[in-house]
């Protein structure tokens, strides 16, 4: 009990193991991930508190207060409403028992401590991130510059002088036309699942 508590103090509990594929299912974030709905686990690290895991749709983290409480709490974050940001790895000095991986999901802040002889496959990690940084950094200017392509399109018509008649019909088929465009814009530029780089960049 002693040497539990101690850990907690140093900060030592709080150094995380990269879990392998084929022992997914003995963590309990698996129990939480959607398989029914093709959901799957690409990279989980698990310490004494807490466990990351990352699916092709969500960060799941079951945030433990210490490893000596078992309370804990559930958060998901679903990369299409919180996107992957400020991604950076730090690596080990000589003293150092671990290295670190750093990143923003949405406005939440996270630093993951790994035992520094699984450096490797934590890089896998960080470039994947980083490659979904990219992803929606790039997609999100897309996206905008579709919205003002729209705005453009929509305030040239509305310059069109007709009759009264003719004016509403081009109105409610203006605003069809747009809606439906719009959200095909969203759907192609707000990505959802990003199993495709975790495959590319994850070599378990």
């Known amino acids: 009990m002693f040497k539990k508590m101690a850990s907690d103090m140093l900060g030592l509990s709080d150094i995380g193991t990269i879990i392998k594929p084929e022992d997914y299912d003995k963590v309990d974030a698996d129990d939480y991930v959607m398989h029914e709905d093709g959901e799957k686990i690409y990279f989980l690290i698990k310490s004494k508190s807490d466990e990351y ?3 092709n749709k969500a960060l799941i983290h079951l945030d433990g207060t210490s490893a000596t409480n078992k309370k804990r709490t559930l958060r998901r974050w679903a990369y299409d409403i919180h996107p992957v940001t400020k991604v950076s ?5 000589n003293l150092d028992m671990d290295v670190e991986i750093k990143f923003h999901i949405g ?3 996270y630093s993951i401590d790994v035992r520094k002889d699984q450096i490797n496959e934590l890089k896998d990690l960080y470039k994947a991130l980083l490659k979904i940084e ?4 790039d997609n999100k200017v897309l996206l905008e510059l579709a919205q003002q392509s729209l705005d453009v399109a929509s305030g040239t018509l509305r310059t069109i002088r007709n009759s009264e008649e003719s004016l509403v019909g081009q109105f409610k088929e203006l605003n069809e036309a747009a ?3 719009l959200v095909e814009a969203r759907n192609r530029y707000s990505v ?9 960049f994850i070599n378990n």
């Not at 790895?89 to 000095?93: I, K, N, R, Y």
């Not at 990219?134 to 950094?137: A, D, H, M, S």
């Not at 959802?192 to 590319?200: A, T």
């Open 53 to 55: 895991c990352f699916t």
């Open 89 to 93: 790895l730090e690596t080990a000095g």
């Open 107 to 109: 406005t939440n802040a």
């Open 134 to 137: 990219e992803i929606q950094r």
């Open 179 to 181: 809606f439906s465009w």
């Open 192 to 200: 959802k699942d990003f199993g495709h780089v975790f495959e590319l």
